[in-house]
C-alpha cells in the first residue's frame, strides 16, 4: 500500500501565485487532515475532512481553500500566496478517532518568495 | 477545547540510558487519546505509542513506555536503553474521541542521544 502520497515534494512560490497540494490516500480512510508545521514549532491543523463532500475550518484556515470530492483525494489549495505561508505542509488520515493515530505523508516544503 | 504542553528546552541523554519526555494535557472532555510522534531530521513523522484516558494500563510498545498520570494530566513518553537513532523531534498529541476529533499538537521536544 502506498499509504498517504504527497505532491509536490517541494515548490518555490512567487508571492501572488496560487497552487494546489495534492494528497492522495489508498486506505480508504474517512478522515483526512492538512496541516502546517513551521520552523522549530509543532503541526497546526489548516482543514478538516471527515469524508467525501464535508470539510471544515480547523485552527489556521485564512488563505487556503480544501475540497473533497472523493475519499480519497483532498487537495489544498493556496491562493494568493503569501511569504507567511512558507511552511512545511503534512496531510494525514485516519479511519477513525481512534488509537492508531494518523497516517502521515512525507510532507511538501513550500517557499514563498 | 484541548491543549497539549511541551515546555522542556532540548534534551540530552547518553547512549543506552533512559529518557523522559514530558507532556501535560488540558481538556474536561472525559474520553480522549494521548499519542506520541517522533520526527526525525528526514521530516515524517512516525506514530510511536497511544494511551487512551479510559485505558487501566500505562502503554507500552518496545522501548517506549507512557507514564500516564490522569489525576496530573500528564502523559510522560520514556525512551529506554536510548538509541543514535532515537535524536528527533518527539511531538505529543492529544484527540478528543468524540465525533469531529482533531489531533492537536505540542511544540516538540528536541532529543540529542550522545554516543
Known amino acids: 500500500n502506498a499509504g498517504v502520497t504527497q505532491t509536490p515534494k517541494f515548490r518555490i512560490l512567487k508571492i501572488g501565485q496560487s497552487m494546489t497540494l495534492q494528497c492522495a490516500q489508498d486506505?480508504?480512510?474517512?478522515?483526512m487532515y492538512w496541516y502546517r508545521q513551521d520552523p522549530g514549532m509543532g503541526l497546526k491543523l489548516i482543514y478538516y475532512?471527515?469524508?467525501?463532500?464535508?470539510?471544515d475550518k480547523g485552527e489556521v484556515p485564512n488563505g487556503y481553500n480544501v475540497s473533497r470530492s472523493t475519499t480519497e483525494d483532498f487537495p489544498l489549495r493556496l491562493e494568493l500566496a503569501a511569504p507567511s505561508q512558507t511552511s512545511v505542509y503534512f496531510c494525514a488520515s485516519s479511519y477513525s478517532a481512534g488509537r492508531k493515530g494518523y497516517t502521515f505523508g512525507s510532507g511538501t516544503r513550500l517557499t514563498v518568495v | 477545547a484541548q491543549k497539549i504542553t511541551q515546555t522542556q528546552p532540548g534534551m540530552f541523554v547518553q547512549e543506552k540510558e533512559a529518557v523522559t519526555l514530558d507532556c501535560t494535557y488540558d481538556t474536561s472532555d472525559p474520553s480522549y487519546g494521548l499519542f506520541w510522534y517522533k520526527q526525525p531530521s528526514s521530516g515524517e513523522m512516525i506514530f510511536l505509542i497511544y494511551q487512551g484516558s479510559y485505558d487501566q494500563q500505562n502503554a507500552t510498545e518496545g522501548r517506549y513506555s507512557l507514564n500516564f498520570q490522569k489525576a496530573r494530566k500528564s502523559a510522560n513518553l520514556v525512551i529506554s536503553a536510548s538509541q543514535l537513532g532515537d535524536s528527533a523531534m518527539y511531538f505529543c498529541a492529544m484527540i478528543l474521541t468524540g465525533a469531529n476529533s482533531k489531533l492537536t499538537f505540542g511544540k516538540g521536544i528536541t532529543l540529542s542521544v550522545r554516543p
Open positions: 486506505m480508504n480512510h474517512n478522515y
Open positions: 475532512s471527515v469524508g467525501a463532500g464535508i470539510t
